[in-house]
């Protein structure tokens, strides 16, 4: 249920509001009522309403300024402006306080609840475009890596998410959520080195496709065959090599980070994978895991410097990422069987 906050300084006209929205059926719930800008700011900031339906003409803080204001705070708040005058002045300051919508009193019944179900669209689809639950990350190293069938499986689990979105019109969310998935797909297609002339036909294809869909299998249907064509555009071997480039440029990162605080998850960003996948993939190419690889090139750049430089221990541990000169040492005498200053004194060991 969405949260609904009344603003009018005339007590009749809140209460023909409140009328006219309890007897819509729309998803909502009316948690007060505010005679002035300022009290509606103070209940704004105690409630979080969704949306706010306030008159423009108020004593005080009117209407304008207390959109401003709660638009500053609260961006995604929905804001529908009522006033009686008809003046494009009067509207042109309601856009730029970013009021979302504008009605003229007397507001017909019909008008006010077209306008509520519009905002309460919007506001379904605010939340369903950042959701971290619709994270298409997976999906993306699928189409770079062309694994139809795990992009296919990863195409699934996101549609069983988008089907328990509620008191949203499926049209609108399908809608948003087949050009979001054609930008990923499209563009980690291309990074994976597919023809650019044939994914932009592919692309103009789809997007006149999508315009027609109006059901999840619909989306299904075409995200699946979107799947096959660009994931088509790759060959065997180039899946083969790029898995090997995305391996070889998270390799390349280590070599120039290595004396940073760096981890898999900072890595894995740089490269656009998921931390399990990279880890994976990191293991089957390089044949060790990443934390290992990590401390080998450390060890290598510090025994550089205790063969090239006067540092002292403790500044070489620092300066080859290690958190201490105790630990540098512990690891250094783990891995190559004697200790950095023995090393430092017969580097031909």
Known sequence: ??????????????????????????????????????????????????????????????????????????????????????????????????????????????????????????LSLKKFQPSPAL?????????????????????????????????TPITTILNSFGLRLMVIVVQAALSAGADPAKLTLIENDLAQDLSHISSLEGIRSWGEIMLERCIGLLGSNQQLNQIQVLVRKAMDYIELNYANNISLNLVATHVHLSPAYLSRIFNEKTGVGFTEYLTQVRLKKAKQQLRMSTKTID????????????YFSAIFKKHEGITPSEYRANPTI
């Open 1 to 122: 249920m969405y949260k609904v906050l009344l603003v009018d300084d005339e007590e009749l006209e809140r209460k023909i509001l409140w009328l006219t929205l309890q007897n819509s059926d729309l998803p909502i719930t009316i948690l007060g009522e505010a005679a002035s800008g300022r009290e509606a700011l103070e209940i704004v900031h105690l409630t979080h309403p969704d949306l706010i339906i306030m008159d423009i003409k108020m004593p005080g803080i009117d209407g304008i300024e207390a959109t401003r204001q709660i638009k500053a705070r609260y961006p995604a708040t929905e804001v529908i402006i009522l006033t009686a005058y008809g003046k494009f002045s009067y509207s042109q300051q309601a856009i730029k306080a970013q009021a979302t919508d504008y009605l003229l009193k007397p507001i017909q019944p019909q008008e006010l609840i077209e306008a509520v179900k519009q905002a309460l669209d919007r």
């Open 135 to 167: 994270d298409l990350t997976g999906l993306e190293e699928q189409v770079k890596t062309g694994n139809l069938k795990e992009g296919k499986r990863q195409l699934s689990l996101l549609l069983e998410l988008l089907a328990t979105t509620k008191h």
């Open 315 to 326: 500044e070489i541990a620092i300066a080859t990422g290690f958190n201490s000169s105790s």
